[in-house]
């Protein structure tokens, strides 16, 4: 027996669970497919290694439900300034919500965080279901959309199949969506560590020959080292103990963070990806699965919460006014929407890669008439504000 639902969702991290919450309300029958289920929350435990920035507009999406006051009760630092400089170039950049009229930037969360308060949200609709563990082994057209076989043995049925499972997407594979990819020289360092001086209310980044250096705020005590640096200089760095570790940030890094110990560390390799298409009849891609940019400013995760916002309103619409709203002709206000957006932000993060690993006199001379240019109070502000999502 398969089991009938209006929307299945394989993915349930944060940006597939924040899609059921905004999809639920509308009384969508949806099941949430995702392999792991996050680990419980504890004040004890050590702070994860995968973080998030998340802008007012995700936060806005979040506030929808019961999910922000969740993740408002666990562990979540905001920031209200970010702090830009080169080594050898144009000097201090700061950004602050003040000069908007906001209160914070941001937020720095913890990933599992995230998901597990919208995991807590979601827990409130009886429309919704989520089958944890468990991973989609197969799709096949029928005449009602689309029958899913999971590995658990369970056959499944949907008119919708939204494929929120990140950069390797079997909804999107399955779909015959291709993808244009790009491989970066640079790799990324990512290390949880516990800094001799308290956090302030600021994130920063700074600009070396090699690649940039970041640091994001946690509370008390707490932050993320990111270090960009060539791919075979940070595989090496990997390498290291988390104490030899620490002691090469403390050389590398600016004073600002003090002694400096890491609890843990991992790193990626930087790609950008972006998907020919994102709908089709009876399935859309949001988030990873449609779009992989350069980590630079933080903001995938943030795309990915615009793509929750912008799929749940055409859905929603749809369905109050009686359209078929899982055909692609309706799917289609989606993808016009948001691919051009992300579009947009995949080359501007593209460019300003490229623009900072460049040491040619005249790029550097480029790059700090821009960020110059950026120092102009009307500018800065349409920039704070395109990055808080207003």
């Known amino acids: 027996m398969s089991q009938d639902y209006d929307i299945v969702i394989c993915g349930g991290g944060m940006i597939g669970a924040a899609l059921a919450t905004q999809l639920a309300p509308q009384g969508f029958n949806i099941a949430v497919i995702e392999a792991l289920e996050p680990q419980a929350f504890d004040l004890s435990q050590n702070f994860d290694l995968r973080i998030s920035a998340l802008s007012p507009q995700s936060q806005r999406v979040m506030q929808t439900t019961t999910a922000w006051d969740t993740l408002q009760s666990m562990r979540l630092c905001p920031y209200r300034r970010m702090r830009v400089w080169e080594v050898e170039g144009f000097g201090d950049l700061t950004f602050d919500a003040l000069q908007v009229g906001a209160e914070q930037l941001g937020h720095i969360a913890e990933n599992r965080l995230v998901q597990l308060s919208l995991w807590h949200a979601l827990s409130s609709f009886n429309n919704v279901t989520l089958l944890c563990p468990a991973a989609p082994v197969s799709f096949n057209t029928v005449a009602s959309g689309t029958q899913i076989e999971l590995d658990t043995g369970a056959t499944i049925s949907a008119r919708l199949v939204v494929g929120a499972d990140g950069a390797q997407s079997k909804v999107r594979q399955a779909f015959g969506i291709g993808v244009n990819r790009g491989q970066y020289q640079q790799a990324c360092l990512v290390a949880a560590v516990t800094t001799e001086l308290g956090q302030q209310d600021i994130t920063w980044q700074r600009f070396v020959n090699t690649g940039p250096q970041a640091f994001l705020p946690m509370l008390g005590q707490h932050g993320s080292v990111v270090w960009y640096h060539q791919a075979d200089q940070v595989r090496a760095l990997s390498q290291l103990s988390n104490l030899q570790l620490g002691e090469e940030i403390m050389r590398q890094f600016p004073h600002q963070l003090g002694h400096v110990d890491v609890s843990e560390h991992a790193f990626f390799p930087l790609q950008k990806q972006h998907a020919k298409r994102y709908v089709g009849e009876g399935v859309a891609l949001i988030g990873d699965a449609a779009h992989v940019i350069n980590p630079l400013a933080g903001q995938g995760v943030n795309l990915g919460f615009q793509d929750v916002a912008?799929?749940?309103?055409?859905?929603?619409?749809?369905?109050?006014?009686?359209?078929?709203?899982?055909?692609?002709?309706?799917?289609?206000?989606?993808e016009k929407q948001r691919k051009r957006a992300n579009s947009l932000m995949l080359h501007t993060m593209d460019a300003f890669h490229h623009g900072f690993s460049h040491t040619h006199p005249a790029a550097k001379w480029l790059r700090n008439l821009t960020l110059a240019a950026a120092k102009v109070p009307a500018l800065?502000?349409?920039v704070i504000r395109y990055a808080m999502g207003l």
């Open 310 to 334: 912008c799929l749940a309103k055409v859905l929603n619409d749809a369905h109050e006014q009686g359209d078929n709203w899982s055909s692609a002709k309706v799917l289609i206000a989606y």
């Open 380 to 382: 800065k502000k349409q």
